[in-house]
Every structure is written in structure tokens, then in C-alpha cells.
T-cell receptor
């Protein structure tokens, strides 16, 4: 069964450093998402991406964040200058269409630890 | 986004049915009712969705009240692997807004 994959599974970085989290969505999916979950808290929407541009972003997704689909398979989340409060699990998701009844498929997540 | 209300936690015995309730009194006509779950240390996973009619799939059943102001996710025979946080979510566009969900404990 096709699945969303994410690398690395765990990333440790120093405050102020740039990190890139990578995702490979399911191959025929057209809509891509990033979510994050701070330990013990809710899963929070960050950004949606379609047709090589951001469709929607939340208040969390400020200028320190960017997303890119550099080739036909990868979808990346970049945090330019990490802060302690960026420590969280980051989940990538994809879906085949943007219709509200289609399910999103989530990856296993990348645990980001900012020291 | 329309709000849902779920119990914080529930317990059930293994191999028994589980009924997880969700209230969504402010649901609009275009909102779909989705259920996702999150197993420990994993990403969320789609369970089932519906609009007006009851739905069944290999994982669960979804019973939707006639006025659509509440719904119930039914796991027909819970296993230890079903221990997770279950999220009831209303969607009208493509993003998902997660609440706190119901943490389901399965007792062996």
C-alpha cells in the first residue's frame, strides 16, 4: 500500500540553525500539507500546497518557514532560524484532490529537537 | 471551522464494541464528518467519513444523527491495537483542524 514517508525520523539542531524536513508524498497525490504537534498538545495545521504554490497557511507559518517541491517527488519544510519553541513532531500529509471528503494520508513524522 | 465536542477519554474491554460520541451542534450543510485516529508515536490515520448517511468500512462504522448535530464512531470489536486518540473533525475545505480528541484505552 502506498504511503507517505518522511526523513529524518529525528533531527536535533542548535537554536538559530536552519533545518529542512523532507517528505515524499504518495505519487499520484496533488495536495500536500505540513502539520506540527508540540509534545502533549494538539496537531496543528501549518500550510497547504497545491500546483507549486501555497494554498493556505496558518498564523504559525511565519516568515521563518517555507515549503518547496523541488522535484516531482519531494516536498520540504524549511525552518530558517530555529527557535526552542519549534521543537515538535512535524507531519507531512498528502491527498489526491482538495475535495473536503477525500482523506489525507499522513507520514510517520519527524521529531525536531531544538537545543 | 465548526467545533466538535468529544469526551476526553474512554475505556473499553478488548473484543467488545466501542461507541465514541461526538457532538457538533453548529455543523453546516456542507461540512463532512471525518474521524481520524492517532496511535501512540505515529501520525494521524484516516478512519472514516460521512455526510448524512451512516457509513461502514473495514475499520469502523459511523452513525450520524438525523439532524447531523451528533455522530458516533463504532469499533465493532476493539483490540489492543485500537488504543489511540480518536478525532472527530468537521471539514468543508481541504485542511484539517484537529481538536483534543478522545483518548481510548483498551483493557485486556
Amino acid at each position: 500500500e502506498p504511503e507517505v514517508t518522511q526523513t529524518p525520523s529525528h533531527q536535533v539542531t542548535q537554536m538559530g540553525q536552519e533545518v529542512i524536513l523532507r517528505c515524499v508524498p504518495i505519487s499520484n497525490h496533488l495536495y500536500f500539507y505540513w502539520y506540527r504537534q508540540i509534545l502533549g498538545q494538539k496537531v496543528e495545521f501549518l500550510v497547504s500546497f497545491y500546483n507549486n504554490e501555497i494554498s493556505e497557511k496558518s498564523e504559525i507559518f511565519d516568515d521563518q518557514f517555507s515549503v518547496e517541491r523541488p522535484d516531482g517527488s519531494n516536498f520540504t519544510l524549511k525552518i530558517r532560524s530555529t527557535k526552542l519553541e519549534d521543537s515538535a513532531m512535524y507531519f507531512c500529509a498528502s491527498r489526491i484532490t482538495g475535495l473536503p471528503y477525500n482523506e489525507q494520508f499522513f507520514g510517520p513524522g519527524t521529531r525536531l529537537t531544538v537545543l | 471551522d465548526a467545533k466538535t465536542t468529544q469526551p476526553n477519554s474512554m475505556e473499553s474491554n478488548e473484543e467488545e464494541p466501542v461507541h465514541l460520541p461526538c457532538n457538533h451542534s453548529t455543523i453546516s450543510g456542507t461540512d463532512y464528518i471525518h474521524w481520524y485516529r492517532q496511535l501512540p508515536s505515529q501520525g494521524p490515520e484516516y478512519v472514516i467519513h460521512g455526510l448524512t448517511s451512516n457509513v461502514n468500512n473495514r475499520m469502523a462504522s459511523l452513525a450520524i444523527a438525523e439532524d447531523r448535530k451528533s455522530s458516533t464512531l463504532i469499533l465493532h470489536r476493539a483490540t489492543l491495537r485500537d488504543a489511540a486518540v480518536y478525532y472527530c473533525i468537521l471539514t468543508r475545505d481541504d485542511k484539517i483542524i484537529f481538536g483534543k480528541g478522545t483518548r481510548l484505552h483498551i483493557l485486556p
